[in-house]
């Protein structure tokens, strides 16, 4: 069946690096993305988005890369601070009309001081 | 805080009460969309709104559970006869729609039914 999956379930980094999260997806036809960060008891905050006609898309911190023949996606994270620490999840549009989101397991990123 | 509003935040219920939650979107945004997330994963879709319209149900919506946004504004979400396994947090979101829609998420209703 179609799904967005994550490779990681958890990575741990230490402040200042830059963090990487991935993102698998198998339905080639989808043609929008977005990045959502949820910390513990709150709804999902979103990040960042990208639609399949561009292969990069930058934010403040944060770049969306989309790589569409292996259909992957991922989440860079620059400077990573201990406030980043949540759960990040990659989610795919699938309705028509509307936007009926399709959410991944979701990665937990941990940032040591 | 995005906006959305979500009440109660935490339901502890016994199996076979009725439980009902409340959404208060962001005031100008015209669609509503009820989602369902359990321990260690993503949310699920459950149902959309389109002002007071509901135009899409998941079949994960279970003829106990019933959405309403009667005026367009808030919505409810109840769920009839609950049972163990409604145990989970519920979220609100809400987006203007369009070409760049996105959508706001409340805080949720964590809901657990012994």
């Known amino acids: 069946g179609e799904s967005v999956g994550l490779h990681l379930p958890t990575l741990s980094v230490q402040e200042g690096d830059n963090s990487i999260i991935n993102c698998a997806y198998s339905?080639?036809?989808?043609?929008?993305f977005i990045w959502y960060k949820q910390e513990s008891e709150k709804g999902p905050q979103f990040i960042i988005d990208i639609r399949s006609n561009m292969d990069k898309r930058q934010g403040q911190r944060v770049t969306v890369l989309l790589n569409k023949t292996v259909k992957h996606l991922s989440l860079q994270i620059a400077a990573t601070q201990p406030g980043d620490s949540a759960v990040y999840f990659c989610?795919?549009?699938?309705?028509?009309?509307?936007?009926?989101?399709?959410f991944g397991t979701g990665t937990r990123l941990l940032v040591s001081p | 805080d995005t906006g959305v509003s979500q009440d109660p935040r935490h339901k502890i219920t016994k199996r076979g009460q009725n439980v009902t939650f409340r959404c208060d979107p962001i005031?100008?945004?015209?669609?509503l969309y009820w989602y369902r997330q359990t321990l260690g994963q993503g949310p699920e879709f459950l149902t959309y709104?389109?002002?007071?319209?509901?135009?899409?149900k998941s079949r994960l919506l279970s003829d106990r559970f019933s959405a309403e946004r009667p005026k367009g504004s808030f919505s409810t979400l109840e769920i009839q006869r609950t049972e163990q396994g409604d145990s989970a947090m519920y979220l609100c979101?809400?987006?203007?729609?369009?070409?760049?829609?996105?959508?706001?998420f409340g805080p949720g209703t964590r809901l657990l039914v012994l």
């Open positions: 989610a795919e549009n699938k309705g028509t009309g509307f936007q009926k989101l399709v």
């Open positions: 709104f389109q002002n007071e319209a509901q135009l899409e």
């Open positions: 979101a809400s987006s203007l729609g369009g070409s760049r829609e996105t959508q706001y």
């Open positions: 005031s100008e945004h015209n669609r």
């Open positions: 339905n080639s036809a989808s043609d929008y």
